[in-house]
């Protein structure tokens, strides 16, 4: 009986991570569409960078009781590309490159969650046409504040990281255009109104 005492003992607890950790109330946190971004970079002839960003997004984050509960995800209209050159934005679009007809979005879905404090992990799946890839994304944890017009409570993250074109059929574009993505998503995100607790 001592030994199985001893054993209960010093077992670490089995239980997820608290959301408290980050803090976030639970439920379904909407998107502020206004004070969010999807922007990327890619490298052009391998000397210099393209920046450009994607104008329409739509997302969502769910908390559970547990950051194992926690879930993202994202669609993002890729005809909504803006890299500041109207030309180039259209010929991105055509069937020659992105061919938004054939691929109109750019889809995220998370699977995993870890990390701590202001640092985390954001594991999931990126899907682009028919191809669905592994992504990584760092998270950082910017905080929560309480807006003093509405009343409603922000929360805000940045999560950055790297695709490749070529793992999701996208390698056209050979020695003009780099082969990996660098995205960054600024995202701020609003709290229920009605906070969903544990069903009593």
């Known amino acids: 009986m001592a030994d199985n005492d001893t054993a209960t003992t010093d077992s670490p607890p089995t239980t997820a991570t608290s959301t408290a950790a980050l803090p ?4 379904d946190w909407t998107l502020d569409p206004l004070h969010s971004a ?3 970079t890619i490298r052009h002839l391998g000397i210099a960078k393209v920046r450009g960003r994607f104008a329409q997004v739509e997302a969502g984050l769910y908390v559970g009781e547990t950051v194992a509960d926690v879930r993202v995800t994202a669609t993002i209209a890729l005809a909504s590309i803006d890299t500041g050159n109207a ?5 991105t679009r055509s069937a020659d490159l992105l061919d938004v007809e054939q691929r109109p979005t750019m889809v995220f879905r998370s699977t995993g969650v870890s990390g701590s404090a202001e640092d985390w992990s954001l594991e999931g799946e990126l899907t682009i046409g028919e191809v669905t890839r592994p992504v990584t994304l760092d998270v950082e944890f910017g905080g929560v504040v309480d807006v003093p017009v509405d009343g409603s409570r922000h929360a805000g993250f940045e999560a950055t990281g790297e695709i490749r074109r070529s793992d999701f059929g996208l390698d056209f574009g050979g020695g003009l255009l780099g082969d990996v993505v660098k995205v ?8 229920p109104r009605e906070p969903q607790g544990q069903a009593g």
Do not use: K, T, W, Y
């Open 24 to 27: 976030l109330a639970p439920g």
């Open 184 to 191: 960054q998503l600024d995202m701020q995100f609003v709290e």
């Open 87 to 91: 030309d180039r934005d259209a010929h």
């Open 38 to 40: 999807v922007n990327f």
